[in-house]
């Protein structure tokens, strides 16, 4: 109540700040989930999937398939997982173009996509085995390097934009109506 601004500086009317502060939350968790998800990465994937190559590079080939039938699981798992996240943060991304603010699925395309960024490292580490142990040194390629800080760097993911925790909390509030 004590707060303080110029006219000027104030967006969508005194007493509304809670309000904006909410929606630019919205749009910030949106944006995560779809980066970090997949989003604008599957679209642009025009090369492949990185994983069946990774597969195919480092567990090599059987009749046609990934060597490993467990990997080969996870690998066409994660690759629907991310086809089906992709399509449906897209619908949400319609919904805004179309004039809708985003709502509480914002929080729930930040959960699922910081967590699928998380199982898609977690995958990459599996399938290039001891290869992913490496921090330095002549024993690793810098793929190799990368992969580990991307899969390291992965679980801020889960921090930003509000944790998994108060997104969870949001979710139980304003999704399912469920009491404090």
């Known amino acids: 109540s004590d707060a303080r601004a ?7 009317g005194v007493g509304n700040g809670w309000t904006v502060a909410k929606a630019l939350l919205g749009h910030e968790r949106t ?10 990465r599957a679209r642009n994937q025009a090369a492949g999937n990185p994983a069946v190559e990774l597969a195919h590079d480092y567990l090599g080939v ?13 690998v066409a798992q994660l690759t629907m ?5 992709a399509l449906t943060t897209q619908r949400a991304a319609d919904s805004v173009k179309a004039g809708h603010k985003p709502g509480p699925e914002s929080s729930i395309f ?22 992913c142990l490496g921090w330095e040194g002549a024993g690793f390629d810098e793929r190799e390097l990368t992969q580990t800080r991307d ?4 679980r801020g993911n889960t921090i930003e934009g509000g944790t998994s925790e108060i ?13 404090d």
Not at 117 to 130: D, F, K, S, V
Not at 167 to 179: R, S
């Open 6 to 12: 110029r006219t000027r500086d104030i967006i969508h």
């Open 31 to 40: 944006m995560i989930g779809d980066v970090f998800g997949t989003g604008s």
């Open 62 to 74: 059987r009749d046609g398939r990934i060597a490993d039938p467990v990997l080969r699981d996870r």
């Open 81 to 85: 997982d991310e086809r089906c996240f």
């Open 110 to 131: 930040k959960i699922y996509g910081t967590e699928l960024n998380q199982r898609r490292h977690e995958l990459m580490l599996a399938l290039r085995g001891p290869q």
């Open 151 to 154: 899969w390291l760097r992965s």
């Open 167 to 179: 997104q969870l909390n949001i979710i139980a509030k304003h999704v399912l109506a469920l009491p």
